[in-house]
């Protein structure tokens, strides 16, 4: 008997002292959650909201909902093309990196050949360069080159970092697949090309996802590039959003609403990728 | 994993190679041109030696830059590294929740950074903004536009709201990989909690945890268009980083030379810490090997 009371109650202790500590841990979540969507939520609040509204009263949901803003967006072309400029110029951008880098990624992952680990440190490089350095020289390159406010300038500019960053994924996922199944299928009489295309790439799928994923994220996210090689015909949503901001001042209404628009293309893809995100981030490499 | 030696793998690496020689070494040599050339304009360039390197060394805007720059840096990692363990070892690990966490703790990383930039400016504004009006009605006087201390919580504030998810994501996926087998252990020899953190999290966290760091290391060390949108380096230089520097110096004012020679200076640090990066990342690789 006192045996047993003996061991109840340090066992009810140790409970209550579990019990607690998960108690905080959802705390810590929750809040660090809210501090999280609380500023999203205030762009989302504000985008549906006047402009007389916005600068008359806090309000934490719009007293009169209005889809003004969103309208005023979708019917104007200076603004609604900024969306299409740049998705333009991103996918451009994500289907030359991921095209690039499959071979070279397939390359690092199986061969060991002169040079390759310089090679492959100096891909890292160009992820890791500011691409503060690059804003002139990327100016007066695609000048001289007449590609200045192209799509295809920003989607070739953007390559300096989305290349390595899909090399380094894409290596990373094929480090993964055991050679043997290169073997066997090249004893099985494939040819390189036919081997990658039918056996190899199924078995990358995953990994080709992520990578595109993470170029068009990070050609999408970029201003500053984007901004210096482009000027008239090809006005990027970020050039749109901070010229109007510094233009009129006021129309903070619509502003938000472009910058609810900007999130959307992320969140919606971000659910497919959301078991491999860590991956991308930590370069292929968890 | 063994793998085959064959120099004919070049020709796999030759596109990339192309495309970034395209775009990263030409305009590199024109930033190396610039450095050492002087101008006054219509393309014409006269030799100036290092004059550049030296002026910019000397010049008190550049050492002020760089001061705020590694001040900036360090408050970031000392912040967003512990926060995004902490937060990270709250997430469930399985189940609709996981995933619904894991959506929700990314967002902020796919938002531009300019869009980033508006939503914490508009945020902060004392008129309208949620933050800004609930600080004024408490009696706070907070300006980003007069107050350098304040601009420096909101930029400091806004990287941490932007970034900490990344770290949390990392360690994360570290935590994942723990067998269960190891907290078994940890529960039959009544280990405290700070004892299973230390002994069993921490060690199998160290991998992506080092890819974290240097990862907001690099990218805090260039920030750009974040506090170029919220406070446009001001008020005054007291937010100016080296990035918006650079920018203001290179396209703002023109000076090539300096900006240059700046930008050379600048890539040569990060191309040193790139450098430690990559070895201690290939020999957590090959640690990983033998293990």
């Given amino acids: 008997m006192s045996a047993l009371s003996l061991t109840a109650i340090p066992r009810t202790r140790a409970k209550d002292k579990a019990g607690l500590r998960l108690l905080t841990s959802r705390l810590v979540l929750i809040g660090y959650l809210l501090f999280l969507l609380i500023p999203i939520y205030w762009l989302v609040n504000m985008s549906f909201k006047t402009n007389a509204e916005i600068m008359s009263s806090v309000n934490l949901w719009p007293e009169t909902p209005t889809l003004a803003n969103y309208a005023r967006i979708f019917g104007d072309p200076t603004w609604y093309m900024g969306y299409v400029n740049s998705l333009i110029y991103v996918v451009m951008n994500t289907v030359i990196s991921i095209t690039v880098a499959l071979p070279a990624a397939y390359a690092f992952s199986r061969y060991s050949f002169l040079g390759d680990k310089h090679l492959f440190f100096w891909l890292l490089t160009n992820r890791m360069a500011p691409p503060a350095v690059f804003a002139l020289p990327f100016f007066q390159l695609y000048s001289s080159v007449g590609l200045f406010d192209t799509h295809i300038a920003v989607a070739l500019a953007h390559c300096l970092f989305n290349v390595p960053l899909a090399v380094w994924i894409l290596e990373g996922f094929m480090r993964g697949v055991p050679k043997e199944i290169d073997e066997t299928a090249y004893i099985d009489g494939y040819s390189f090309p036919r081997f990658f295309l039918k056996i190899f790439m199924p078995l990358i799928a995953s990994g080709v996802g992520v990578a595109a994923f993470f170029c068009f994220m990070f050609s999408w996210v970029d201003l500053l590039i984007s901004r210096t090689l482009t000027s008239v015909d090809v006005k990027t949503i970020g050039v749109a959003m901070t010229r109007t901001s510094s233009a009129t001042g006021l129309d903070y209404g619509t502003l938000a609403a472009a910058g609810v628009l900007t999130i959307i293309p992320g969140a919606l893809v971000i659910w497919f990728v959301r078991n491999y995100i860590a991956k991308g981030f930590a370069l292929g490499r968890v | ?291």
């Fill in chain 2, 1 to 291: 994993m063994d793998k085959t030696q064959n120099n004919k793998a070049w020709f796999l690496v030759l596109p990339v190679l192309v495309l970034v020689a395209f775009s990263a070494v030409i305009p590199l040599m024109t930033v190396v041109n610039y450095s050492v050339n002087d101008t006054f304009g219509d393309n014409q360039f006269f030799w100036a030696g290092f004059e550049w390197f030296e002026e910019v060394l000397h010049s008190e805007r550049m050492h002020a830059a760089l001061w705020r720059q590694l001040l900036f840096s360090a408050i970031i990692l000392a912040i967003e590294v512990p926060l995004g363990i902490a937060v990270a070892l709250t997430m469930p690990k399985r189940g609709i929740w996981a995933s619904t966490c894991l959506v929700l703790v990314a967002l902020p990383l796919l938002i531009p950074f300019n869009v980033v930039g508006t939503i914490w400016q508009v945020f902060a504004r004392i008129d309208i903004g949620l933050m800004g009006a609930t600080l004024a009605a408490l009696g706070i006087d907070f300006n980003i536009g007069q107050s350098s201390l304040d601009a420096w919580i909101i930029v400091v504030g806004m990287d941490v709201w932007h970034w900490t998810s990344l770290v949390v994501l990392l360690s994360y996926a570290g935590l994942q990989s723990i067998p269960e087998a190891y907290y078994q252990a940890g529960r039959i020899d009544q280990a405290s909690r700070w004892a299973v953190f230390r002994y069993i999290e921490l060690p199998k966290m160290k991998g992506v945890l080092l890819i974290a760091v240097l990862l907001r290391f690099m990218d805090s060390f260039m920030i750009y268009t974040e506090p170029f949108v919220v406070t446009g380096g001001g008020p005054g230089s007291a937010t100016t980083f080296l990035s918006i520097d650079l920018v203001k110096m290179a396209i703002g004012q023109f000076d090539l030379g300096p900006a240059a020679a700046f930008s050379i200076m600048y890539f040569l640090v990060i191309l040193l810490v790139s450098w430690v990066f990559y070895t201690v990342m290939t020999n957590l690789d090959k640690e990983e090997e033998f293990e």
